[in-house]
């Protein structure tokens, strides 16, 4: 298995630009879990899903933030509009029980 | 607030010796307690876990675990330069949500 796939590896936007994050998790693994890293908060879980389902989304910091997990095979999170505290790495995790991840190789996002 | 808490370091360790790393976390409702190691630049990665209180090892590494002080230790044996990381603790709460405290950055001195 070709393990959790993320892309873009980097993405750089002007602040108010809609960003939009992708993630392909690996094969039969039910949970999917988008985190936010940085070094002033670490690694901040920011929704998970259960079979498709969006199970805790309580981690979103705003509105401007929206994921969906359309069938087993994808999810994206986007940001619209976009603002440089956004700036951080953006990672995709997921497992078949909700206990040991695989993480994608994650998004580094410049916001200006 | 549910919280899992590290030392950031850096914590410097001679090669060979062993590395003890700290974590504690808040919710008393926590089942399960991972520990991941991060390279610079790279994404975390799984090296233990640990349910139960007492000690599991697995080669070089040891986990501990004691749920009355609420308290996870990591444990390198021999270590290597390979070993310098940013090492992750985490804890699965009732809710099946995994919170990572913000790391530890270990540094093996050659």
Redesign the interface.
């Given at each position: 298995d070709a393990g959790v796939i993320q892309s873009p590896r980097h993405e750089v936007t002007e602040m108010g630009q809609e960003v939009t994050l992708r993630c392909k998790p690996i094969s039969g693994h039910d949970y999917l879990f988008w985190y936010r890293q940085t070094m002033m908060r670490g690694l901040e879980l920011l929704i998970y899903f259960n079979n498709n389902v969006p199970i805790d989304d309580s981690g979103m910091p705003e509105d401007r933030f929206s994921a969906k997990m359309p069938n087993a095979s994808f999810s994206n999170l986007k940001i619209q509009p976009s603002e440089p505290r956004d700036s951080a790495v953006y990672f995709c995790a997921s497992s078949l029980v909700p206990e040991k991840l695989f993480f994608g190789s994650g998004t580094q996002l410049s916001v200006l | 607030q549910k919280e899992v808490e590290q030392n950031s370091g850096p914590l410097s360790v001679p090669e060979g010796a062993i590395a003890s790393l700290n974590c504690t976390y808040s919710d008393r409702g926590s089942q399960?307690f991972?520990w991941?190691r991060q390279y610079s630049g790279?994404?975390?990665?799984?090296i233990m876990?640990i349910y139960s209180n007492g000690d599991k090892e697995d080669g070089r590494f040891t986990a501990q675990l004691n749920k009355a002080s609420q308290y996870v230790s990591l444990l390198i044996r021999d270590s290597q330069p390979s070993d310098s990381a940013t090492y992750?603790c985490a804890a699965?709460n009732r809710?099946?949500?995994?919170?990572?405290?913000?790391?530890t950055r270990l540094h093996i001195l050659p």
């Amino acid at each position: 298995d070709a393990g959790v796939i993320q892309s873009p590896r980097h993405e750089v936007t002007e602040m108010g630009q809609e960003v939009t994050l992708r993630c392909k998790p690996i094969s039969g693994h039910d949970y999917l879990f988008w985190y936010r890293q940085t070094m002033m908060r670490g690694l901040e879980l920011l929704i998970y899903f259960n079979n498709n389902v969006p199970i805790d989304d309580s981690g979103m910091p705003e509105d401007r933030f929206s994921a969906k997990m359309p069938n087993a095979s994808f999810s994206n999170l986007k940001i619209q509009p976009s603002e440089p505290r956004d700036s951080a790495v953006y990672f995709c995790a997921s497992s078949l029980v909700p206990e040991k991840l695989f993480f994608g190789s994650g998004t580094q996002l410049s916001v200006l | 607030q549910k919280e899992v808490e590290q030392n950031s370091g850096p914590l410097s360790v001679p090669e060979g010796a062993i590395a003890s790393l700290n974590c504690t976390y808040s919710d008393r409702g926590s089942q399960s307690f991972f520990w991941y190691r991060q390279y610079s630049g790279k994404s975390p990665e799984l090296i233990m876990f640990i349910y139960s209180n007492g000690d599991k090892e697995d080669g070089r590494f040891t986990a501990q675990l004691n749920k009355a002080s609420q308290y996870v230790s990591l444990l390198i044996r021999d270590s290597q330069p390979s070993d310098s990381a940013t090492y992750l603790c985490a804890a699965k709460n009732r809710d099946d949500k995994i919170i990572f405290g913000k790391g530890t950055r270990l540094h093996i001195l050659p």
